[in-house]
């Protein structure tokens, strides 16, 4: 049987949903690169922080911050990635503004190069046209997401080599985060 993809994003129909800031210090100060967590390459570890809300409302089981897009997740979220993709992911506790009980910045550290262009509705690579040699070959835009299962091997999570904001699941990762209730996240098949 064709194992299945999902991509793991935020459910913006929440109604009353938090907004998250970007990750700080605890003293409030930004730390270095809030890019850092959404490469899809292990991280040193951060130290403590502090997730400002951006917009109070109901705390969600998986959110992501407002410019970086790094995801938090709460702890039975976090337990999961823990539990079924130990070596996939880094998790950095962090304390959210008005929380008392633990959250998460969830760092998936695994990339995989699977896009599927033929698939996709639309891809558009950067060339040396662009001015960007640094990011020859990467991904400008990606849209209606599709990759190659063929190209993944037994990954359970993990980004696109070349666009990383997607996180893409396994089927069965993607069926133990149900279990949890997940508010906040959403799952699209890729």
Do not use: H
Request: overall charge negative; some cysteine; charged content about 30%.
């Amino acid at each position: 049987m064709k194992r299945r993809y999902f991509r793991l994003a935020i459910d913006e129909y929440v109604k009353g949903r938090w907004y998250l800031d970007e990750p700080t210090d605890l003293a409030g100060q930004e730390i270095d690169d809030i890019w850092a967590f959404i490469q899809g390459r292990p991280v040193e570890a951060p130290g403590a922080l502090r997730i400002p809300l951006a917009r109070p409302g109901k705390p969600l089981a998986f959110d992501l911050t407002t410019a970086a897009m790094s995801p938090v997740v709460n702890t039975p979220v976090a337990a999961v990635f823990r539990e079924l993709a130990p070596e996939d992911v880094q998790l950095f506790p962090v304390e959210v503004e008005t929380q008392t009980e633990p959250y998460y910045l969830l760092n998936v550290a695994r990339t995989v190069r699977c896009i599927d262009e033929r698939a996709c509705a639309e891809v558009q690579v950067y060339t040396a046209a662009d001015g960007r040699p640094d990011r020859i070959g990467e991904y400008r835009a990606v849209s209606g997401l599709r990759i190659d299962t063929s190209k993944v091997g037994d990954e359970r999570v993990f980004r696109p080599w070349g666009w990383p904001p997607p996180i893409i699941v396994a089927g069965e990762l993607k069926e133990a985060l149900e279990r949890t209730g997940i508010l906040g996240g959403r799952f699209d098949e890729v």
